[in-house]
């Protein structure tokens, strides 16, 4: 039976004592439930290998405790947390066969070689592999994505208590990538093993996660289910990270009821107060805000409408189900090209055309200005 994994305040500061010290995680604290896939997502360097690599005891974590049921493993020694782990470069043995790699494990653990032959035939069919079992050749006879499943199924082989999978499909092309992930959740729910994924590809962590979390330099910054974090971001990092998020630049005007009115530039929006992501005290006229609107929530026409901001066309993608448009607005509204999802092509419009944008009501959210990268 699984359990649940737990990070209490968790701290890990490489070179501590030295003259360059990493404080590569902060006060990291959540629980990932028994049997979950979960998703940590993060830019480069926010400390996701960190943490992987202190979950298996890798690392020894400056402070805190992580907790597997009511067990505290942190001073555990790392062969015997029973955690397998599929390393960011998931280099496999050349000189073995694919049956030896994925046996390394039980081979270790001195495991009796009927129940060695048992349990790597098992694995491999759950990967899919039955067939390359067969032939069984060096793993430099596979393709990318076949010696992918050779290193998970390594990690699968003595039945780990939790399993970690870091940037596991780096190494693919795109749409090897996309299958390999459904087939990861498929095998993680078949085995029911608690996992951590790690990935910097938000879709990626979006498709395959029941939750994620969202880290940055080290602190964790939201955790949820992909929709939570799409629908209800709690800050403009998380919003743009999770999907895209365009900015424009406002001044609170005043409080009217349960509507916020913003200035930007000459124009007024109106945002409900309900989708104010920053402290209500920012909401005093006068306050600098980002409004925050989606692709799909902005309009694109060519003529000027009620409430909206001049841009110019900078490119028109047509990218089947809806049509992009790429568009330069004023450097004092927005400091990024903004990108517009319409259904179909709009007519008239073409690149090199000025243009104006227009919010969708009740949509826009209100961030605060703070770190916003
Ligand atoms: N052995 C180490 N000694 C000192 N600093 C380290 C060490 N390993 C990692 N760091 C630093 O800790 C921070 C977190 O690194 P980590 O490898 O956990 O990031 P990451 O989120 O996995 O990044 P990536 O997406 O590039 O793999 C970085 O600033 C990194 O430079
Ligand atoms: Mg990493």
Known sequence: MSQNLTYEAVDKIYDEKGKNPVHALKDVSFTINAGELFCLLGPSGCGKT???????????ISSGRMMYGDVDISTIPPYKRNIGMVFQSFALYPHMTIFENVAYGLRVRKTPDAEVKRKVTEVMELVGLQEELKRNPS????????????????????????????????????????????????????????????????????????????????????????????????????????????????????????????????????????????????????????????????????????????????????????????????????????EIDMPGMVRGVHEHDDVYISVKPDVAALFSKEGRE
């Open 50 to 60: 960190t943490l992987l690599r202190s979950t298996a005891g890798l690392e020894t």
């Open 139 to 338: 793993p430099t006879g596979l393709s990318g994505g076949q010696q992918q499943r050779v290193a998970i199924a390594r990690a699968l082989v003595y039945d780990p208590d939790i399993l970690l999978l870091d940037e596991p499909l780096a190494n693919l092309d795109a749409k090897l990538r996309r299958y390999m992930r459904a087939e990861i959740r498929r095998i993680q729910k078949a085995t029911n093993i608690t996992t951590i994924f790690v990935t910097h590809d938000q879709e990626e962590a979006m498709a395959v996660g029941d939750r994620l979390a969202v880290l940055k330099k080290g602190v964790v910054e939201q955790i949820g289910t992909s929709d939570e974090l799409y629908t209800q971001p709690r800050n403009a990092f998380v919003s743009n990270f999770i999907g895209k998020m365009n900015f424009l630049e406002s001044t609170i005007a005043g409080l009217d009821g349960d509507m916020v009115h913003c200035k930007i530039n000459g124009t007024e929006l109106v945002v409900p107060v309900e989708k104010c992501r920053c402290h209500m005290d920012r909401l005093a006229a006068g306050h600098e805000v980002l409004v925050g609107a989606r692709p799909e929530m902005l309009v694109v026409s060519k003529e000027p409408v009620a409430r909206s901001v001049r841009g110019t066309v900078k490119i028109i993608q047509h990218l089947g189900q809806f049509v992009r448009y790429e568009v330069d607005l004023d450097r004092t509204i927005s400091e990024t090209i903004f």
